[in-house]
């Protein structure tokens, strides 16, 4: 049980360009998803947080313009990169939440390599 | 605000060996603490969480954590490691009230095994 997908693994773009990658709770609800990035030998850093139905919270230092996110059903959130550049390749990963609580454990996605040229 | 800290970038241990992972952390009220592994290009895999009750928690693959709120601790542990635990640990703490609950990561601890 808890399995989290993305969709996709991984990405090659162009600069310019918009990407969209999917994050799906498989096995439940999930009220509360997050969406974070990873560089190379560092830590998770969140870059924001969406509930079902609501507009998403964005972190401090985070362009809510370039990086759109919809969370438009208990199973599925969306991160679109708009206009990818370069300083935009990372790896992506989501997690799902089945609760509000912080006592609830998020279940992480496998995460999306997006490659930007 | 919460913090997380995870002194050693890595950790050498000889299979068969017990292995700790250190973890501390600093919240205002009661912890929510977890810990996950990340394998190589993949996603982070829940290993356990302490929300409350028994100090000592029990989780998947054998691993196991200890809460001590005097120490602000919660060092992970297994009695006897293998090649295949070796993978990066993360640390990570919420507490009640915490805006949506969220997550604060430790900077990852990787962990080599040794056959």
């Known amino acids: 049980g808890a399995v989290v997908s993305q969709h996709p693994s991984w990405v090659i773009c162009k600069s310019g360009t918009s990407v969209k990658i999917e994050c799906r709770s498989l096995?439940?609800?999930?009220?509360?998803m997050f969406w974070y990035r990873q560089f190379p030998k560092q830590s998770l850093m969140l870059m924001a947080t969406?509930?079902?139905?609501?507009?998403?919270?964005?972190e401090q230092g985070v362009e809510k313009d370039k990086f759109l996110i919809n969370h438009a059903s208990l199973t599925l959130s969306t991160l679109t990169v708009t206009s990818a550049h370069p300083e935009d390749s990372s790896f992506y990963i989501c997690?799902?939440?089945?609760?509000?609580?912080?006592?609830?454990?998020?279940?992480f996605g496998p995460g999306t390599r997006l490659t930007v040229l | 605000a919460q913090s997380v800290a995870q002194p050693e970038d890595q950790v050498n241990v000889a299979e068969g060996n017990p292995l700790t992972v250190k973890c501390t952390y600093s919240?205002?009220?009661?912890?929510?603490l977890f810990w996950y592994v990340q394998y190589p290009n993949r996603g982070l895999q829940f290993l356990l969480k302490?929300?409350?009750?028994d100090n000592l928690v029990k989780g998947s693959y054998g691993f196991e954590a200890e809460f001590n709120k005097s120490q602000t601790s919660f060092h992970l542990k297994k009695p006897s490691a293998l090649v295949s635990d070796s993978a990066l640990y993360f640390c990570?703490?919420?507490?009640w009230g915490t805006g949506f609950q969220k997550l604060v990561f430790g900077t990852g601890t990787r962990l080599l095994v040794s056959p």
């Open positions: 997690s799902a939440r089945a609760g509000y609580r912080g006592t609830d454990t998020q279940y």
């Open positions: 919240v205002s009220g009661n912890p929510y």
């Open positions: 302490y929300i409350t009750g």
């Open positions: 969406s509930n079902e139905g609501s507009k998403a919270t964005y």
């Open positions: 096995d439940f609800q999930a009220t509360t």
């Open positions: 990570a703490v919420t507490a």
